[in-house]
């Protein structure tokens, strides 16, 4: 994968980990929440994982949150 691809996941990531942690929520509950496996919360936030869009959904569903607020600086983290 070349660097642009793995900085935009590592962005990403930390989109999902500062949402996550403005819910007050650890892995393991937006995990449970959003029927993932915590592992996999693990491998989005460190930038590890490229997520497909069902599981951009279940994400932002389980964090109550539209999903294109993940690509949306003006939401300070």
């Known amino acids: 994968m070349s660097k642009h691809h793995d900085e935009f ?5 930390s989109r999902v980990r500062g949402l996550r942690l403005l819910k007050n ?3 393991e509950e937006l995990a449970n929440i959003a029927d993932l496996d915590r592992t ?3 491998g ?16 932002a569903d389980a964090l ?6 993940f ?3 003006d939401i300070e983290l």
């Open 9 to 13: 996941l590592k962005w990403f990531g």
């Open 25 to 27: 929520l650890s892995q």
């Open 40 to 42: 996999y919360i693990g």
């Open 44 to 59: 989005v936030e460190r930038g590890e994982r490229n997520v497909g869009l069902l599981n951009i959904k279940r994400l």
């Open 64 to 69: 109550e949150i539209n999903a294109k607020d």
């Open 71 to 73: 690509f949306d600086d």
